[in-house]
């Protein structure tokens, strides 16, 4: 079955520190992975995409990466301010990219 | 530039009543969807178009009905408001549904309540 696992469900962080997000998925054909970040009230607004050839990629804070081998990837935020806080949602493309599962999301809270 | 824009933001419906989800985008993407998304679970697609007057079933169909009249609106409608559509609703839109390294551009999404 094809399935996008996100964990933790939920974290607090205090401000500054660094946190790693996690996500597992079970598609194939894998085309592509997004993480998405959805401020409270608001729509998912992408910060970055992993292809299959991809390890690491950075957007300012935010590092991702992904090991197509054991289908894993996670979103690394490097000292966090308190407009990291959102939801942060990993989707994957499969099937030639005309398919797409969304995981459920992490809710991150940064703390002052 | 408005991007991808979804009226209303929120809206209170009983059982049985219709009501339309209005999206519109100013991008030139042929490519338009709805979703809805539930506590605890991913985004689930409802229905999706790959240019005007082309539609077809997502995921999640049954209950709901769009069209396509043109390449900047895609409303939704519910036929029958049910308490089982409680939900938020996101609009969200591409180039083309073939451009799988593009990214889904979002509404700021509905909020509905169905009593």
Known sequence: KNQVEQSPQSLIILEGKNCTLQCNYTVSPFSNLRWYKQDTGRGPVSLTIMTFSENTKSNGRYTATLDADTKQSSLHITASQLSDSASYICVVTYTGGFKTIFGAGTRLFVKA | ?115
Request: hydrophobic share 30%.
């Open chain 2, 1 to 115: 530039n408005a991007g991808v824009t979804q009226t209303p933001k929120f809206q209170v419906l009983k059982t049985g009543q219709s009501m339309t989800l209005q999206c519109a985008q100013d991008m030139n993407h042929e490519y338009m969807s709805w979703y809805r998304q539930d506590p605890g679970m991913g985004l689930r697609l409802i229905h999706y178009s790959v240019g005007a007057g082309i539609t077809d079933q997502g995921e999640v169909p049954n209950g709901y009905n769009v069209s396509r009249s043109t390449t900047e609106d895609f409303p939704l409608r519910l036929l029958s408001a049910a308490p089982s559509q409680t939900s938020v609703y996101f609009c969200a839109s591409k180039y083309r549904q073939s451009s799988y390294n593009s990214p889904l551009h979002f509404g700021n999404g509905t909020r509905l309540t169905v009593t």
